[in-house]
């Protein structure tokens, strides 16, 4: 079997930015409509983008029209897809679900041919996370004699202490910042916004980071963004990847550390600690509250020790 790594790069070879008229222009509208009314983020845009315009590539070179798209047709394209994990199955079935929709909607399509797919099962683990001690171990890391590392050290507490995505660490602006009132604003996906509290400690290595830190890292161009590069633009998150992945090498870590397992570590101390799921909901940002529920599928042992901590009977005496 060809691996999907390779798969992946052949996929994308095959891709050409005019792949059929009139089913292109199609695509491009629809895009401009998930834009327009639904808000979503560049990346998401992007990535139905894609998904579509591999669907069309796979497409027989006689279909012309969308309505002679037939089930004979969606069952070739969903057998092409058997090598992907099944994550990557169903989002790319979601977009083309979603773009058959838009287009009976506009009355361009009779029925949605894939009416007849079910979407493949996806096992919902619960994510990884840093304990307390690993993140504090990660920030004593960095050397603080340069500004890159107390950028670092800022960059890491933040995303711990307010739970952000990193799109949404490496796109903050100093107005954002309201440190007096121990808040930031935040904005995430499709432009979102919401305001999250910052912690003392991550308010004090922001701060020493904004004093001592980031006025060396400026140039004469640089714009408002919080977190900069050493050429004086905004970090780039793929660099900030690759920073904290070589801090935990630095410190040993054991486990795959990416910038998400921050927000994972964030949102799971704070449920272990008692806070309400809503209030969880609220801070990351989600829009429905099952994909917070994801956190709740904890370590019975957690909860357990949550529950002593807060229940106001948890240490009561059984009445003999």
């Not at 998930?34 to 279909?63: C, M, R, W």
């Amino acid at each position: 079997m060809v691996p999907s790594s390779l798969h992946a790069v052949k996929e994308k070879a095959q891709l050409t930015p005019n792949v059929r008229h009139p089913l292109q222009s199609k695509l491009q509208s629809f895009v401009g409509h998930l834009s327009l009314e639904k808000g979503l983020s560049k990346n998401t845009l992007q990535s139905y983008a894609y998904d579509l315009q591999h669907f069309i590539k796979t497409l027989p070179e006689t279909v012309c029209n969308f309505n002679q798209i037939d089930k004979t047709i969606i069952d070739g394209w969903l057998s092409d897809l058997l090598y992907l994990k099944a994550s990557s199955r169903a989002r790319k079935i979601t977009s083309v679900r979603q773009f058959f929709e838009y287009l009976i909607k506009i009355h361009d399509l009779e029925q949605n041919p894939l009416q007849h797919v079910v979407n493949p099962f996806l096992k919902r683990l619960l994510p990884d996370t840093l304990s307390v001690d690993e993140i504090e171990t990660l920030q004593g890391s960095m050397v603080l004699s340069y500004p890159q590392g107390l950028r670092d050290r800022a960059m890491i507490s933040v995303m711990y202490a307010c739970g952000l995505r990193v799109s949404e660490l490496c796109n903050l602006v100093l107005q954002n910042l309201f440190l007096d009132e121990n808040f930031i604003k935040v904005y995430g996906k499709g432009s979102k916004e919401r305001l999250v509290p910052i912690g003392t400690v991550a308010k004090t290595h922001l701060q020493q980071y904004l004093v001592y830190g980031r006025p060396k890292l400026q140039k004469s161009k640089t714009g408002n963004a919080v977190f900069i590069s050493q050429n004086g633009r905004p970090l780039s998150r793929k660099t900030f990847w690759l920073h904290l992945k070589r801090y935990a090498k630095n410190v040993k870590c054991q486990k795959n550390v990416k910038p998400h397992l921050l927000r994972h570590s964030f949102a799971t101390h704070l449920l272990i600690h008692g806070a309400d799921l809503r209030s969880i909901q609220t801070m990351l940002g989600h829009s429905d509250i099952s994909t917070t529920q994801l956190y709740t599928q904890l370590n019975p042992i957690h909860l357990q020790e949550a529950y002593k901590k807060h229940h106001p009977r948890a240490f009561e005496d059984t009445p003999l």
